[in-house]
């Protein structure tokens, strides 16, 4: 991997340990990530696919995610409906009274080039409609918002992008229930 491609692993890597730490994430939570690789590399979003680019990310990301037992929702691009690749496992476990699965595999043009990795390189990938997942990072403005749990709270990261690409990133937490007089467990915000 050459030292470019190598920077944007360590700066997905970096971004995605910073995000579980300050998102409170723990082993079989949900990551979305929604990742431009056009506009990592200075381009604009859906104009300049570079799998080579969503490969490094998406190891970057992947890796960390592996180590603390977390799981990914790659989100595919507006051609696919923003469809979402996850693993079967999780699909089976945690999805499947809530979403449908849809059949396409991702391509670099059709779906992004980090869907298109994920999908390679899961050990069993399947496409769903949709997820609520706890947290999320959208790379390049790749609108990842219809994906999160209802109660999206902002998190700044000392990584503020990956390439050229600005870098967002949320979490989430549990509705208030209640009025004036509700009082509420704060460990679960």
């Keep these: 991997m050459d030292g470019d491609l190598l920077e944007l692993k360590e700066q997905a890597a970096a971004a995605t340990e910073e995000l579980i730490a300050l998102a409170g994430l723990s082993a079989g939570s949900l990551l979305v990530v929604g990742c431009s690789s056009s506009e990592i590399a200075g381009s604009r979003i859906g104009s300049d696919s570079r799998p080579q680019v969503a490969d490094a990310v998406y190891e970057g990301i992947a890796g960390v995610l592996s180590k603390h037992g977390i799981y990914l929702a790659a989100q595919c691009c507006e051609h696919l409906n923003r469809a979402l ?87 989430t937490r549990l509705k208030f229930t209640g009025g004036q007089r509700a009082v509420y467990d704060e460990s679960l915000n």
Aim: no cysteine.
């Design 85 to 171: 690749i996850v693993e079967k496992e999780y699909f089976d476990r945690e999805l499947r009274f809530f979403t449908e699965r849809v059949n396409v595999i991702p391509q670099p043009k059709a779906g992004g080039s980090f869907a298109t990795a994920a999908y390679r390189e899961m050990k069993a990938p399947v496409a769903v409609e949709e997820v609520r997942a706890d947290a999320g990072m959208d790379i390049g403005g790749t609108l990842i918002g219809m994906h999160l749990k209802r109660v999206a709270v902002p998190v700044r990261l000392k990584v503020k992008q990956i390439g050229e690409a600005s870098l967002l990133a949320a979490r």
